[in-house]
């Protein structure tokens, strides 16, 4: 089976993938008991005989040999040290090598797979907008499949759980951008990701929870055996029609939390229609009314090819799919179920509603890109008169500045490497995107003739 | 000196092809001076060339056969196969079990086996088995022609296109056809190539017999050497044997003579006609043996008298004389002195017997007396009347 | 002793195979009292599927060995796969026999062909040969594999390529998996039309499967309630034991040979231009009712020959409307037309059964002569557990159907040049895509005026 290296970036990044490794750990640990590095456990952990100096990995060979001492395949990158040095102090630490600390990053990936967390719209991070589109063309262009989700869209599922149980907090809002090329300006409430008891709970870790789990989801049938196995390339090969049309919508059933897996279990079909209702998703978006351009199923747990057809049929009526994909389903069966549940239904679909969040994206950055510069020199204005001690009334001083001033541009052209091109060059990507995927919508209600077949002259 | 060696190496060679072991030659070599370290291998030799003569093959059963058997079992084995074909040796049946020693005599047996049981020739009926493997075999009975008018026309009046498409599917066949007899070409030249190895191997081992069996007379002649026996000695040791065999002819004849006599005159016969006849017997001896003697004074032959002794017969009266053979003439060299002492002993012996016979003689007289009286007493009008020898 | 080598590709092929092998084991251990013929023609016959089948040595008591190379990019359905065969304690996979990577195909025929495929070919190539050297004679090739994937058929078409290089003359007979119409790959269309094309030119016959007719008979015929992929395998292991297990043909009157592979081909698929065979099996029944059902052979039979006729895949659901017409101006007819069939009998009373019906020159297409249209076999030791069963192998028309449906849909993606990137990025070219669909309509054109 493939061997997959994830890359943990920034501060929220790090702490979803503590989560993504302490639940995997947990699920790996219930179906392998006997603790066999096997080869589901060294597609994602390398079993380490850290008895030497240098720590030698030990490979799976015959598959019998026991798990000395699992160490994640996972990159941890940060520019700062604190996120991740809290992350060795805690009980994972021994999950993660010394080694894999990085930072640095030098992406080269065969298949980038990213799970992003989007800003919301309300933020206290006033450059987020920037943060975001920049890293969106990055995206758009280097990486092969992104899954955007959104932290309101957390938010909320967290609190439709949260109903049952009482320690949940409500209204915290995180938020975080994805590092890119640029420092991370973003603030994160505290608290370190590891092993945490129901009391500790912080109202984020529910919602990196089930980012996690969406992970878990994702990849267990790369992990896992089944009769229809499914890994991040069959993924990204079926959901992506077109290169830069790589963002997916995801969506889970049953939710899950820290300490909910005692929810009672739903009937199999229930479960797919859940999956298909808003609330499930995890990002703020309307795929019913828009354009299906592919949809995966994830199937696990006790589940068979003809329960899944059956549900297909059922959907298969409200949902608009694109002419040229109208049987563009694809289907993932593996046969372990996760943690506590009996089976699980993750649903990524490849749908034009994002444009929608793309475009609001795209207007924040605008709204903040145009302020024009009298704030800026107000403020310039203040430090010089505050310098020379002279009040502010009494300056009746006018500054030209050649073209509009963007706002706060300046902590980013200060860096190395960065230009201001930079920023058109990434508006019109993102421009480009939106339009593509608006391009496709318009054909949800009038398809353009098909092509005639080719003919044999006989 | 080197043809010698040859010819033992090819001698091992037919072997060798023939399943045994690997043998040296100079294993022979040793073994002639009764070398102990090629005892081991002469030992195993014997046991394959045995199972081979018993089972017409030498196989891996045989190869975990010796491999399994304790040493002691092995020769046990080997000296009862050997006894079986008819190879008496004391020396070589006296050997130690344990397989420590008697290369020598090993050699010697191994001999007298590639010899008497006729190995070479066993080797060749081998070779001469046919392929074993069933082959099998396709057979095209005579098929009537109209068949093949049939199959292959087309049942009715075809436009062009139709016959274009007829004629495609022909030539499918036609080729098809090819591909299936390019397949059972390739078998036969498999099996036919199965077969020449076969062929090959077998022709490797008759040739060396062949060679064998030209080369033969240096490996005997070298045997030979093993007694040093002078050339003529063979001419001698054959009509010793001869005379030997007249002379207990002789003597058998006689013997079935006294037999008949003591048979008829038992009653009758007195100790000094028993002396008297001994006498004349020694006498008859004594003059064969000094005619014996004076023939051959540079022989190392040496024998020993006719021993003959008389069992006591039981009551009923029943008797047999047994006459053991001369022990087997040996070739080891004996002082003549040793001729006379015999002759006096033996003289001896029987004199003890005679006086013995005689006190039982006498025993029985008078028992036969006591109860012949006593039978008289009990009927009337019996009396008994002596025997005159009392 | 024609030896038949199998080439197990992918995840589906491999599931297969394991079946494959399990099912004919099954049938040669069947209880002497059902094989309802003397124990003698039972030993006969289990040898001849020892020998075509499996490596067996008669003298020691090792398992016989399943004459297979198996290929995949991943490792974990290999290593099922023979876990099962070690489970039933009846069979074997050979040892390192195996050829299989780390890295997963992605459901990407090019991926397969053009990247996975040359990597893999040297080392797969020497597993075939190693094979082929342990039979005496190489009946031919059954290659396994299903067209939606992305090893299976990218690899697969790659591997049969190279299997025709190196034997220039051996048959090759390719099993190809039709996925359902809805919901396994999204891509399968594409990867399917690519498969299938390049099959065309390599393979002497494609037999081809569907999952949704396979699903049916699941479904309808044997009762099953939550139908799995398992099931789905066994219907096609035992759809192709049923041709593939010995019975002697009858090729000439008086004249027998056995159903070796070249045979079967020799007679199905002399003509180049038409190569997919369809696979019609009677009876089906789920294991309990087997015991409790009796057929006669008059029922089997009018029942197998009007599914030939109106191009059914299964005894229920017949159209008995159709029926077999004249021709019209056009040269066409409303029944389904054959180029040739082969019939093959087995069980009880075989002889007795009137196979006439198949023999009516107007289900076939005019121009095939008279003797080269139906082959019948007859083979009175029993399949499986059925009394009397029946197995059509059929070259007709009614192939088509699917063929046509997927390339509309395959060529509708295309225009849109959806996913195509995906292919392009692994070195296939647009132009590939369309040398496959001119193949593909080519085929379908030929098969219309059949």
């Known amino acids: ?458 | 000196m080197a043809q010698v060696k040859e010819t033992i190496e090819l001698l091992t060679k037919v072997l060798n092809r023939n399943g045994t072991s690997k043998i040296k030659a100079e294993i022979f070599r040793l073994a002639k001076f009764n070398d102990e370290d090629a005892t081991e291998s002469f030992w195993k030799l014997l046991f394959e060339l045995l199972y081979f003569c018993k089972y017409g093959v030498i196989d891996e059963v045989t190869i975990k056969a010796y491999s399994e058997l304790s040493r002691e079992e092995l020769a046990v084995y080997v000296k009862r196969e050997m006894q079986a074909l008819g190879f008496t040796s004391y020396a070589f049946s006296s050997l130690p079990n344990d397989m420590s020693q008697g290369s020598r005599e090993l050699l010697l047996a191994f001999a007298w086996l590639l010899c008497k049981g006729s190995l070479i020739d066993k080797f060749m009926d081998k070779c001469a088995s046919p392929v074993e493997e069933d082959l099998s075999v396709y057979q095209l009975n005579n098929l009537d022609d109209s068949n093949f008018n049939n199959h292959l026309t087309a049942n009715k009046p075809l436009n062009p296109a139709q016959k274009v498409q007829h004629l495609q599917y022909l030539n499918g066949k036609l080729r098809s056809s090819l591909r299936r007899l390019y397949a059972l070409q390739q078998q036969k030249n498999k099996l036919q190539h199965k077969i020449l190895k076969l062929l090959e191997k077998d022709n490797d081992r008759l040739q060396c017999m062949l060679t064998w069996k030209k080369q033969e007379d240096v490996f005997w002649k070298w045997m030979m050497t093993f007694y040093n026996i002078p050339p003529d000695s063979i001419r001698l040791m054959n009509s010793a044997r001869k005379q030997l065999e007249e002379a207990i002819m002789k003597y058998e004849s006689v013997i079935v003579q006294l037999e008949e006599i003591w048979e008829s005159q038992r009653d009758g016969i007195s100790t000094q006609e028993l002396d008297y006849l001994l006498a004349s017997i020694n006498m008859e001896i004594s003059l064969q043996q000094a005619n014996l003697a004076l023939d051959d004074t540079e022989t190392m032959l040496n024998h020993r008298d006719p021993h003959l002794s008389y069992i006591k017969a039981n009551k009923q009266g029943k008797k047999l004389t047994n006459l053991t053979e001369p022990s087997r003439y040996s070739f080891e060299s004996k002082e003549q002195n040793d001729y006379g002492v015999d002759v006096r002993t033996e003289i001896s012996q029987l004199e003890i017997q005679l006086q013995r016979l005689e006190n039982e003689l006498f025993k029985k007289q008078s028992n036969y007396k006591t109860e012949l009286d006593n039978m008289a007493s009990n009927i009337p009008d019996v009396i008994c009347i002596q025997p005159m020898s009392c | 002793m024609m030896s038949v080598i199998t080439i197990q590709v992918g995840q589906c092929g491999n599931q297969i195979g394991g079946q494959l092998f399990q099912t004919l084991i099954d049938d040669v251990n069947i209880k002497q009292s059902q094989t309802l013929v003397s124990p003698f023609k039972n030993e006969e016959y289990k040898e001849e599927v020892l020998n075509r089948f499996f490596t067996y040595d008669t003298t020691s008591s090792e398992l016989p060995k399943a004459r297979a190379v198996m290929v995949d990019m991943e490792p974990k359905v290999i290593a099922q796969t023979c876990a099962n065969a070690q489970k039933s304690g009846k069979w074997l996979y050979p040892e390192k026999q195996q050829f299989c990577q780390q890295k997963g195909s992605g459901n990407n025929w090019a991926h397969g062909y053009c990247v996975h495929g040359p990597v893999a070919q040297e080392n797969v190539m020497e597993l075939v040969q190693r094979e082929a050297e342990k039979c005496d004679n190489v009946s031919g090739f059954l290659s396994l594999l299903s067209l939606a994937g992305g090893t299976g058929s990218g690899v697969g078409a790659f591997i049969s390529k190279c299997v025709r290089d190196e034997f220039p003359h051996a048959f090759i007979l390719n099993q190809v998996v039709w996925p359902y119409h809805t919901g396994e790959v999204i891509v399968q269309n594409y990867n399917a039309v690519l498969t299938l094309s390049h099959l065309y030119r390599t393979a002497d016959a494609l037999v081809v499967m569907e999952n949704d007719s396979l699903h049916k008979i699941c479904s309808q015929l044997m009762n099953i309630k939550k139908i799995s992929f398992k099931d789905i395998n066994k219907v096609i292991c035992h759809q192709l034991a049923s041709f593939l297990q010995p019975a002697p043909l009858e090729k000439f009157p008086d004249f027998t040979i056995q159903n070796t592979l070249g045979e079967i081909m020799d007679h199905m698929v002399s003509h180049p231009d038409y190569k997919l065979l369809t696979v019609k099996n009677i009876p089906h029944m789920s294991e309990k009712s087997i015991e409790f059902s009796t057929f006669q052979w008059h029922g089997l039979l009018k029942h197998l020959r009007q599914m030939l006729i109106a191009g059914a895949s299964m005894e229920e659901g017949i159209d008995w409307q159709i029926q077999v017409g004249t021709e019209t101006p056009r040269g066409s007819t409303s029944h389904y037309r054959s180029l040739a069939n082969l019939l093959i009998l087995r069980g009880k009373e075989v002889n007795t059964a009137d196979t006439s019906a198949f023999t009516d020159p107007n289900i076939y297409t005019p121009w095939m002569p008279t003797g080269g249209t139906l082959l019948q076999g007859r083979q009175p030791r029993s399949f499986y557990q059925y009394e009397k069963s029946a197995v059509l192998l059929s070259n007709s028309r009614s192939t088509i159907g699917p063929l046509n449906t997927m390339i509309g849909k395959a060529w509708n993606m295309f225009s849109s040049r959806a996913y195509v990137h995906q292919y392009t990025k692994h070195g296939l070219a647009e132009e590939d895509f369309v040398d496959s669909f001119v193949t593909l309509e080519q085929v379908i054109s030929n098969y219309s005026k059949l």
Request: aromatic share 8%.
């Open chain 1, 1 to 458: 089976m493939t061997q997959s290296v994830v890359v943990q970036v920034g501060q929220c990044g790090n702490q979803i993938g503590c989560r993504f490794w302490d639940l995997a750990l947990r699920e790996h640990a219930t179906v392998n008991k006997s603790g066999i590095y096997d080869e589901p456990l060294s597609s994602f952990f390398r079993n380490v005989d850290s008895r030497y100096d240098d720590p030698a990995d030990i490979p799976v060979g015959s598959g019998k040999g026991k798990v000395r001492s699992l160490k994640a395949r996972a990159v941890l990158v940060d520019m700062e040290e604190g996120v991740v040095s809290d992350i060795m102090k805690g009980p994972l630490k021994d999950v993660f090598d010394f080694r894999q600390l990085i930072t640095d990053v030098s992406g080269s990936g065969n298949n980038w797979f990213v799970t992003a967390v989007y800003p919301s719209a309300e933020d206290d991070v006033i450059t987020s907008p920037y943060n975001s589109v920049l890293a969106m063309r990055e995206l758009t262009e280097k990486a092969d499949c992104v899954l955007p989700i959104e932290n309101q869209a957390l938010v909320d599922i967290v609190n439709k759980i949260g109903q049952a149980v009482p320690s949940a907090r409500t209204g915290k809002r995180v938020y975080s951008s994805v590092g890119g090329n640029v420092k991370t300006g973003s603030e994160i409430t505290a608290g370190d990701g590891g092993l945490t008891k129901p009391s500790d709970e912080k109202p984020f870790d529910s919602m990196n929870n089930i980012v996690a789990n969406l992970l878990l989801n994702m990849t267990s049938s790369a992990r896992f055996e089944g009769s229809l196995n499914v890994d991040l390339n069959e993924i990204t090969m079926n959901l992506v029609p077109f290169p830069k049309l790589h963002y997916l919508v995801s969506s889970q059933s049953p939710l899950y939390s820290l300490t909910d897996v005692n929810l009672p279990p739903r009937r199999l079909d229930q479960m797919f229609s859940d999956s298909f209702s808003k609330d499930h998703q995890l990002i703020k978006a309307d795929p019913k009314h828009s354009l299906y351009l592919a949809c995966a199923l994830m199937v696990r747990g006790n589940v068979e090819i003809s329960d899944v057809r059956r549900n297909i049929e059922k959907l298969k009526p409200n949902l608009k799919f694109i002419h040229w994909n109208q049987e563009g389903w694809k289907t993932g069966l593996c046969s372990v179920p996760p943690v506590g549940q009996p089976y699980s239904l993750l649903t990524l679909a490849n749908n034009t509603c994002v444009h929608n969040t793309f475009t609001d994206l795209k207007d924040r950055f605008v709204k903040l890109y145009k302020r024009k510069a009298s704030t800026c020199i107000t403020r310039e204005t203040d430090k010089v008169l505050s310098l020379y001690k002279l009040p502010r009334r009494d300056l009746k001083l006018t500054f030209t500045i050649p073209g509009p001033a963007q706002a706060h541009i300046h902590h980013y052209t200060d860096i190395d490497g960065m230009e201001v091109s930079n920023f058109t060059e990434s508006l019109e990507s993102l421009n480009s995107l939106i339009q593509e995927y608006s391009d496709l919508e318009k054909q949800m209600n009038n398809p353009p003739p098909a092509e005639p077949r080719l003919q044999v002259l006989s």
